[in-house]
């Protein structure tokens, strides 16, 4: 045994044995095997040891298992060891562990059904698969459909993808994906959506040809070959189908849990529907045919809808709704056909009861009479030479001959739908290529195998012999390439089993001469079986126990056919009767199917047995006759001749192979039967491609490989510069054999089991390595553990060293403290004691003195009291008799005044009476009245006087009032003071009576009163400590309560905080939304522009009528400029809009007509979207409204007082307009005294200026009111010489009426008059407005007066009520605060006159300016009149030609087509950039367009216009690819937008611009839509900007970010199988991340350069940055190979990099860097632990930019490189499932690459003037003219 296997086999070597339950167990050597041994000592995987005895004759040792890194590969071919244990191993971990049902054996994909749906089919994978190499992505059935197309493309060769396996594998799936995924990387060449249709004809083959059976819920139970053809362009055109072996028995007979075909249970599940009435179905369980298998329903299947799906399929592929319902018809027939009962009329005869509804019911479906179809479905013709004879059936054949018209129905109605599906699918367009797709059965081997098996096993046998050879012949091209020797290998060769079947004399032949024999049966073929071939082949074996069956050595296993029933379906009977009754039909679809019935070489393809499979239908061959012994050609014969047709045409094709594994037969998803999967690996062919390839080199490396894996191998005196050498001398020191391992051109092979080897040398030089690393680890870990041991036992030593001095020093102050505690203590108490002493004897004497006191007072008191008694009972009485008195005089004084009354009385009475006496009264009135009247008016003059007095008293009262009540409250205070002073007394004299009373009581009570005092102290102590506790407790609970009123609060602020900004970026959200559709609608124009327009072009090409320079703007060229006219666009269009009129008519009218609707959809789709973007802006707009509302209620005390403000800044405005006609006149005082100071000219000229232009305003008002007061008194007194003396200023007047000699001038000047009144008008309201503001502000101004006075009032009367010092602090505070308030309106007021006075110096600059360009420029005409200014005021003067200048562009009209040509389609973008001012093409532009507006030109505006959009756009068109253009014209589009904003007129744009920009505005068009077209025009760039950055970029992404390693040696290269990788080993064509950081920077400085907009440059970044990170992540969930620890490193480091470039260029707050969020935390996902549930709980808490599949897919992806790394085990990834379960996001696995973020323009205005743009000769624009 050589070295290398003595070796491998040591202790602890890994191998595999053979097991009955698991087919092969792995076991571990016990101890090393020697040569001579008989058996090895093995340990199991569960402890157990057992002794493997070893085959004493051949020694063979068991199988070694690969090393844990190869396991899990994405190819077998990449394991070292190739043996069958470990490719089923390798299946079972990458589908159980890794949930990966796709791998690559060589060149073979196994596909193991997983009984799960899987998010991998969707358009983000297959547009991940397009374009890559097969070996570059992980296995799957796109990369084959990839590499298939691609070979079609580059080797101009047809290609096939054969699909096999059993039944319930997935072949079918399998292949409908294969299609679309043609479908979608192709498209269709034409607008026919070709390849919609090829898709479409999927459901309908489902229906008709795929049935539930106990192994699949869909099983397809025919074969099927679709040819997908497509142009030289290589887009899909058209397809071709070919079915085969149609499973008829299935119509008529299904076994328990299976299914009749679909469309059956469709039906029955839509009966009730309106159109199905006729049909008269029921349920399926009401039928005979669709009840057999007890299963109508299929969990999760909703047959009605399934129905729905087949007739949309039906409508695409042009098969229209009566049609439909015909084939509906017929399949009722069926069913009804079924459910006809059959009875014995006799043993030898049967009849149908008359009147049978099923069987009326199938006839009035299918048109033909009830008593010919009752007749002959119990009879048969019978003809012999001579006669005819009518035989009746029995019962049991006559069913037999219902089920076989049921049969041949159904396949007729089968052949039709095949026929017209291929109808649809193909077109008038040349085919170039095609990729063939062949879904066909897989082996079989049943119990009992029938006719129906041994076809398919015989197809399988074709097809496994092409494979063999194929697979041979692919090795031995690979050898040659590499120029290496190579030997035969010996494989098997099936050609004898094949010869057994199909040569003369074969099998199929003997069946077929037994078909013919009068009497022939299966005993006596199988008789003629054993005598032909028994003896004579190896392959053909006699059952022991059996004459009637014989068995076949295939390929894959021995298979036992019974004889039984051979013959009876090979020759495909039916009533030939029958079929004449339904060709009699009336029913026209019926006909049709049994029309070529004569004409076909075979009569229906299919066989009528009770369990077969049947070909349906074949070519027919136009070289042979229609006679009778053709129409009876067996079905074998038709089956090898339609499998030659198919193996020619393999033959002819490059294959590609897809076998599909069942994993169980139970359906249970991702479980793995090792035995089941043994047996179909077997069978399919892998294990003999593991063979083949096992006996040659099946693993291969290139050099840079080798010696990038194998460098810890070298010495580094074996590295030489040539890798190839290096690799030669390596190997021949390390692999003595020279047989196992051969040097190529490029590679080196190795023989099986080597790289194994290779890789345990490599790991046991690593692991030395990392013994010895840590070894040194582990020595200084233990030094310095060591240090830090002895330091701290040093520092434990000295403190405590340190602490037992200190508590020495401690005592010993202790001790001294004691004694002197001592001596002060017996000080204490002595004192104490003393004191006591000294106290009782004070008490004694105070109580003594206090008694002697009280005794005198009381006596003192007495005495008092006495003496008020007495003074006040004398005083009442001397009150008494002063009262008497005074009463009596009063009573006297009334009697006598009583009397005297009574007598004047009296007189008065007798004078009145008397006529003199009145007269006298009456005389006097007069005088007294006047008097009075005086009197009256003097005293309201008073009452005024008085009045203003009594307000000023008033004030002056209420200041005195308020100083006297607070004089009044402190007197009151004083009483009060008093008055408890004498109650105080009065209770003093009260209580010393009673302690006179009680002082014996008191002095007996008087120890117990101290007893109770101390008990009481005690207590109340008591209740104040325990008081304060639960004071402290409730202080302590409100300062909870109050941290949690705060918190809650703080939270629901924070709440609605998220609340609103969740809203609001809903909002955001939903507005970009509807942005990306928009602009996504765009996009789609665009291309149906461009598709538009290519029409036109090869039409036009086609009928050879264009002419040079011929133009034309169609109506539906775009769906924003059909908005606008472009009717003048050019002379020459009339001729060329008659010229395409004659193109147009030959034209597809059908293509015109629906380019014409899509484009009308398009628009108004587009116009929906706009509508709905404008109602989303609106809603964000009120949203922020409701925002901006609450926040103002909570601003209206703010808003107030700016109300306030503005008033006093408008009195302040007033104010400051006196103050500049006080300037004016001080500045003309200063300018007459400095005459000769510089400026003092302007200064004068500047007032003339002003008071010229009062003076013309005047006379104009003045002018206006003469003339409105003429016109209207005398309308034609304007014509008469006389009107001068009529006006009040005639010398004015005439000035004026003298240019009025013309009526229209009249008109005019009346009209400007009008204007000017109303101008004035306006003034006056203006004005008057002013003043009712003023009054309401002084209004104002007063209440807030009188309110400060109240305040002022409450505020003094508080005050007074406040004592002395509050009162005093008070005040002060008060007037502290007022006189801040002040001083800051103060310093407001003094910063607003200040900004006042700088903006009017400033427009006095301005103005002075003004005046002296005026004075240098005006003549004598254009001096108005008051207004004189002197020559030589300013003697330099500014060069007229700019001054005249006006930044506008003039040209003819004739020179528009120059001017397009020279300034657009023949500009060079890198000249201009490079030369000139960025943009300088958009202001040239707008230049141009500003004068065609100042001319009022609205054609020339509209032909500007469209010719520069249409012009964009032909260039864009033109040179879309370049990056350089697309940028250039981005930029210069965007300055065009702004310009238009800009000088729009708009307030919202003229707010940033300057007064001189201002005044160039547009003053006469509003091109606000056209504004909106050119926005539009700037999204369809942008968009082909990122595609044309995209297309530079795609192809440096992968290799830069990915494969190419930026950190070297940090990851290793594992072995790979034949799909090799791409190199991750900087060659000299690989890019690198420099070459992206290039790319990049490239990319910036060109924009910059060009003048983008530095918002827009940001968002160009951000989109190219998600670019990079979804395709790198994109790429990373699709490899394997990528997903492990060294590269998440590589990843995170070329981000580093790209953040360094974001950095570097000041974008960092772009959003760039967050879009490489997701590949960030996809690389620190490959660098995290993966272990326990703390882990799992960081990856969840980590990875939130990743949806759940993405994390899941890394980790089942997550690849060990070296041997000390671990896989994340099945659990971890669980757990990872369980607590990412509740997120709530899409199940989409990889990125979309396709989406663009919504692009904004945000409004850029210029600095730059018009006037000061200088265009250069190289523009060649000379025919521009200034203005």
């Avoid at 290529?433 to 041994?454: A, C, K, M, R, W």
């Avoid at 106290?839 to 002697?852: E, G, S």
Wanted: hydrophobic content about 35%; glycine content about 4%; aromatic content about 8%.
């Amino acid at each position: 045994m050589n070295r290398e296997l003595e070796y491998m086999f040591v202790q602890s070597a890994r191998v595999w044995i053979p097991d009955a339950e698991e087919v092969w167990k792995s076991a571990e050597l016990a101890k090393d095997y020697k040569n001579d041994d008989a058996s090895l000592q093995l340990m199991l995987e569960d402890g157990t040891t057992i002794d493997h005895k070893l085959d004493p004759k051949t020694k063979n040792l068991p199988y070694l298992r690969n090393p844990d890194i190869l396991v899990g590969e994405n190819d077998l071919t990449a394991l070292s060891y190739l043996h069958e244990p470990a490719v089923l191993h390798n299946l079972k971990v990458r589908f159980i562990d890794s949930k990966l049902i796709y791998t690559y054996c060589g060149i073979v994909l196994v596909a193991i059904n997983p009984y799960e749906t899987l998010p991998i089919y969707g358009t983000d994978i297959i547009n991940a698969y397009s374009g890559q190499n097969m070996g570059d992505m992980d296995p799957h059935i796109f990369a084959v459909a990839e590499e298939a197309y691609k070979q079609m493309a580059r080797d101009e060769r047809n290609q096939s993808i054969i699909v096999s396996g059993e039944s319930g594998a997935g072949k079918t799936v399998s292949a409908k994906y294969a299609m679309r995924y043609f479908a979608t990387v192709s498209g269709s060449a034409s607008e026919a959506n070709v390849e919609e249709k090829v898709l479409a004809s999927n459901p309908i083959m489902e229906a008709i040809g795929n049935a539930k059976t106990t192994r699949n819920d869909n099983s397809s139970r025919f074969g099927k070959y679709i040819e997908i053809g497509f142009d030289n362009r290589y887009r899909i055109i058209g397809a071709n189908m070919r079915t085969y072996l149609l499973e008829k028995s299935r119509v008529v007979f299904q076994a328990d849990e299976e299914r009749n075909y679909h469309i059956f249970y469709q039906l029955c599940a839509s009966a009730n529907q309106p159109e199905f009435k006729n049909l008269r179905l029921s349920t399926a369980n009401d039928f005979l045919y669709t009840r057999q298998g007890r299963s109508p329903v299929i969990e999760g299947i909703d047959d009605a809808k399934e129905l729905r799906t087949t007739r949309h399929a039906f409508t695409l592929l042009g098969i229209n709704e009566s049609y439909q319902i015909g084939l509906f018809q017929v399949l009722a027939a069926i069913l009804h056909l079924g459910n006809v009962e059959i009875k014995d009329r006799d043993s030898d005869s049967s009849l149908i009861a008359p009147n049978n509804r099923h069987l009326t019911a199938f006839c009035e479906l299918v048109g033909v009479t009830y008593q010919d179809m009752s007749q002959w479905l119990c009879h048969r013709k019978l003809k012999t030479a001579t006669e005819t004879y009518i035989k009746p059936l029995p019962r049991l054949q006559a069913t037999n001959a219902r089920d076989a018209l049921s049969k041949h129905i159904y396949a007729k109605l089968f052949s039709w739908i095949v026929e017209h599906v291929n109808k649809a699918l193909v077109t008038n367009v040349k085919q170039h290529s095609f990729i063939g797709v062949l879904d066909i059965y897989g082996f079989e081997t049943f119990e009992i195998n029938s006719f129906e098996q041994f076809c398919i096993n015989y197809a399988n046998e074709k097809l496994q012999q092409q494979f063999n050879m194929h697979v041979f012949k692919l090795e031995q091209e690979e050898y040659m390439k590499e120029q290496i020797p190579w030997t035969l290998i010996d494989f098997y060769d099936n050609q004898p089993c094949i010869n057994l079947i199909e040569a003369k004399m074969g099998i199929l032949d003997l069946l077929d001469e037994e078909c013919k024999m009068p009497k022939g049966s299966d005993d006596s073929w199988a008789q003629k079986l054993y005598n032909t071939h028994l003896k004579t082949c190896s392959l053909f074996e006699k059952p022991r126990m059996s004459n009637r069956a014989f068995i076949i050595q295939h390929f894959a296993d021995k298979v036992e056919y019974q004889c039984e029933g051979f013959l009876e379906k090979n020759k495909d009977t039916v009533n030939e009767e029958q079929i004449h009754v339904l060709k009699a039909s009336k029913f026209d679809l019926l006909v049709e199917l049994f029309q070529d019935e004569e004409k076909a070489t075979t009569p229906t393809g299919q066989v009528p047995g009770t369990g077969g499979r049947t070909r349906l239908s074949i070519k027919p061959d136009k070289g042979r006759d229609t006679s009778s012994k053709e129409h009876k050609k067996t079905v074998g014969c038709q089956f090898r001749n339609s499998l030659q047709m198919l193996m020619e045409t393999l033959n002819a094709t490059t294959p590609h192979y897809v076998r599909c594994i069942k994993p169980n037969d139970f359906k249970l998803a991702f479980s793995f039967d090792p035995k089941r999967a043994v047996q179909q690996l077997r069978a399919c062919g892998v294990l003999e491609t593991i063979r083949i390839s096992a006996a040659g080199f099946p693993s291969r490396w290139t050099y840079q490989e080798f010696f990038s894996r194998y460098r810890v191998l070298m010495k580094q005196k074996d590295v030489l510069p040539d890798r190839k050498l290096t690799c030669k001398n390596v190997l021949e020191k390390l692999v003595q054999d020279q047989d196992k391992y051969q040097f190529g051109k490029t590679k080196i092979f190795f023989r099986a089991g080597q790289v194994a080897y290779l890789e345990k040398l490599r790991a046991d030089k690593l692991r030395a390595a990392c013994i010895r690393i840590q070894k040194t680890i582990r020595c200084w870990l233990a030094r310095k553990k060591y240090l830090r041991q002895r330091s701290a036992a040093i520092t434990i030593q000295r403190f405590t060293r340190g602490y037992q001095a200190r508590c020495l020093a401690k005592f010993m102050r202790r001790t001294q403290a004691a004694t002197i505690i001592q001596k002060y203590q017996r000080m204490c108490v002595e004192r104490k004691r003393f004191r006591q002493k000294q106290a009782a004897a004070l008490a004694m004497q105070t109580i003594l003195r206090a008694y002697m006191a009280r005794q005198k007072y009381q006596a003192l008191l007495r005495e008092h009291k006495a003496v008020i008694i007495q003074k006040h009972v004398r005083g009442w009485l001397a009150r008494c008799w002063y009262k008497r008195c005074l009463e009596a005089i009063v009573y006297l004084q009334c009697c006598i005044r009583r009397m005297r009354a009574k007598r004047e009385l009296k007189k008065l009475k007798i004078e009145a009476r008397s006529v003199e006496h009145f007269k006298k009264l009456n005389k006097g009135m007069e005088n007294k009245i006047m008097q009075l009247q005086r009197k009256i008016d003097e005293q309201n003059k008073d009452n005024r006087v008085i009045s203003e007095r009594l307000v000023s008293l008033e004030s002056s009262y209420a200041s005195e009032s308020e100083r006297m009540r607070g004089e009044l409250g402190r007197l009151r205070g004083v009483e009060e003071d008093a008055k408890n002073k004498t109650n105080q007394v009065s209770s003093l004299l009260e209580e010393l009576e009673k302690l006179r009373k009680e002082l014996s009581v008191t002095q007996q009570e008087k120890k117990t009163i101290e007893d109770w005092a101390q008990k009481y102290r005690d207590e109340m102590e008591k209740m104040v400590s325990e008081l304060k506790d639960q004071n402290g407790l409730l202080k302590k609970e409100k300062d909870d309560l109050n941290r949690m009123i705060q918190e809650q609060s703080q939270q629901m602020t924070e709440k609605m905080t998220r609340a609103i900004a969740q809203e609001t970026q809903q909002l955001e959200t939903d507005l970009n939304e509807e942005r990306s559709r928009y602009q996504n609608l765009l996009t789609e124009h665009l291309r149906l522009e461009e598709k538009y327009d290519d029409l036109k072009e090869e039409l036009a090409h086609s009928t050879n009528v264009s002419k040079p320079g011929h133009r034309r703007t169609d109506s539906t060229h775009s769906s924003n400029e059909s908005e606008y006219t472009y009717n003048s666009e050019y002379a020459e269009l009339e001729d060329g809009s008659r010229v395409g009129e004659d193109v147009t008519r030959g034209m597809d009218t059908s293509l015109t007509l629906k380019l014409q609707k899509r484009v009308t959809e398009l628009e108004q789709e587009k116009q929906s979207l706009r509508n709905e973007l404008e109602n989303r802006e609106e809603q964000f707009q009120r949203a922020r409204a409701r925002d901006d509302a609450q926040f103002r209620k909570a601003r209206g005390a703010e808003l107030e007082y700016e109300s306030l403000k503005r008033q006093e800044l408008e009195s302040e405005n007033k104010k400051l307009r006196h103050d500049l006609a006080e300037m004016r006149q001080s500045l003309l005082g200063g300018a007459a005294a400095g005459a000769g100071a510089p400026g003092s000219p302007a200064y004068k000229v500047l007032l003339d200026q002003l008071n010229a232009s009062c003076e013309e305003l005047e006379v104009r008002k003045e002018e206006v009111l003469i003339l409105r007061s003429q016109l209207v008194s005398q309308k034609e007194a304007v014509h008469h010489k006389d009107e001068k003396e009529t006006m009040t200023e005639p010398s004015v007047f005439a000035q004026d009426v003298n240019k009025l000699k013309d009526a229209d001038e009249l008109k005019q000047a009346y009209v400007g008059l009008k204007d000017t009144n109303r101008l004035l008008e306006q003034q006056l309201q203006a004005q008057r407005r002013t003043y009712d503001s003023e009054v309401e502000s002084l209004r104002g101004e007063l209440q807030n007066v009188k309110e400060e006075n109240n305040r002022q009032q409450q505020l003094l009367a508080q005050n007074l009520q406040l004592p002395p010092e509050a009162r005093i602090e008070a005040s002060l505070q008060h007037e502290i605060t007022r006189l801040t308030n002040e001083n800051l309106d103060l310093m407001e007021q003094l910063e607003k006159q200040d900004r006042t006075i700088r903006k009017l110096k400033k427009q006095l600059k301005v103005y002075s300016k003004r005046i002296g360009e005026m004075g240098a420029g005006h003549t004598e005409g254009q001096t108005s009149p008051g207004q004189m200014v002197e020559e030589p005021i300013h003697p330099v003067n500014i060069p007229r030609r700019e001054k005249d200048f006006q930044g506008m562009l003039e040209y003819k009209k004739e020179d528009e087509m120059k001017l397009v040509k020279n300034l657009i389609l023949e500009l060079k973008p890198r000249g201009v950039a490079v030369n000139l001012i960025p943009g300088l093409p958009a202001y040239i532009l707008f230049m141009c367009l500003r004068h065609a507006d100042y001319v009022n030109d609205d054609q020339k505006v509209r032909t500007l216009l469209t010719s520069t959009i249409n012009s964009i756009k032909k260039i864009l068109k033109k040179r879309g690819d370049d990056f350089e253009t697309v940028s250039f014209w981005l930029a210069n589009t965007c300055r065009f937008l702004h310009c238009l904003k800009q000088y729009s007129g708009d307030e919202a744009f003229m707010k940033h611009n300057t007064s001189r920009q201002n005044e160039h505005c547009l003053s006469n068009f509003d091109l606000a839509e056209y504004r909106q077209v050119i926005s539009d025009l700037a999204i369809q760039i942008y968009q082909q900007l990122v595609k044309c950055m995209e297309n530079i970029l795609q192809p440096m992404i992968v290799s830069g970010m990915l494969e190419h390693e930026t950190i070297q040696g940090v990851s290793g290269v594992k072995p790979t199988g034949l799909r090799k990788r791409t190199s991750s080993i900087a060659d000299e064509g690989t890019y690198t991340l420099d070459s992206i950081l290039r790319q990049l920077s490239a990319f910036h400085s060109t924009m910059c350069q060009h003048g983008t907009d530095p918002e827009l440059i940001k968002q160009v970044v951000k989109q190219l940055f998600y670019i990079i990170g979804a395709v790198t992540l994109n790429n990373l969930l699709l490899r394997k190979d990528m997903c492990s620890w060294s590269k998440g490193m590589q990843i995170r480091y070329n981000v580093s990099q790209l953040e360094e470039w974001l950095r570097d260029k000041g974008l960092m707050n772009c959003g760039a860097k967050e879009t490489l969020e997701p590949l960030i935390q996809a690389a620190q996902l490959l660098q995290v632990k993966k272990k326990t549930d703390e882990d799992a709980e960081a990856i969840c808490s980590m990875c939130h930019a990743l949806t759940t599949a993405q994390i899941v897919k890394v980790l089942n992806l997550y690849t060990p490189v070296n041997e000390f790394e671990e896989r994340v085990s099945v659990a971890f990834i669980r757990t990872i499932q369980t607590r990412l379960r509740d997120r709530c996001e899409s199940p989409q696995l990889l990125m979309d690459t396709k989406m663009i973020y919504p692009v904004t323009f945000p409004f850029s205005p210029s600095s730059l003037a018009l006037e000061t743009i200088q265009i250069p000769t190289s523009l060649n624009l000379s025919f521009l003219t200034r203005v």
